[in-house]
Nanobody
Framework: QVQLVESGGGLVQAGGSLRLSCAASQSISRFEDMSWYRQALGKERELVARINRSGFTNYGDLVKGRFTISRDNVENTVYLQMNSLKPEDTAVYYC????????????????WGQGTQVTVSS
């Protein structure tokens, strides 16, 4: 029902920048929050950045001060601006969205994109 499509990944030198995009097939204002996760080879998936329906953001410790999550409700797109990239940032980056729940009887549904590869060369 809901599709999330990431784009913007690629190969970049250390210290460079990339901007990832996550386009949703429905109004992103309906989601409880949207997030970027990443998973490096052989490691667990980790939270990179999150923005909730009120615009509140939080970031993983490893990217604070370097990455910025933002949204465009008109384009139904969430962005991740990545600056000062390090080889340690190399991973598949996934877009995530969770539906809003109003009552305890409701169950949140989580959606994932297919991921986009980010490779940072040293």
């Amino acid at each position: 029902q809901v599709q999330l499509v990431e784009s913007g990944g690629g190969l970049v030198q250390a210290g460079g920048s990339l901007r990832l995009s996550c386009a949703a097939s429905q109004s992103i204002s309906r989601f409880e929050d949207m997030s970027w996760y990443r998973q490096a080879l052989g490691k667990e998936r980790e939270l990179v950045a999150r923005i909730n329906r009120s615009g509140f953001t939080n970031y993983g410790d490893l990217v604070k001060g370097r990455f910025t999550i933002s949204r465009d409700n008109v384009e139904n797109t969430v962005y991740l601006q990545m600056n000062s990239l390090k080889p340690e940032d190399t991973a598949v980056y996934y877009c995530n969205a969770r539906t809003r729940v109003v009552t305890v009887e409701q169950r949140s549904v989580t959606y994932w994109g297919q991921g986009t590869q980010v490779t940072v060369s040293s």
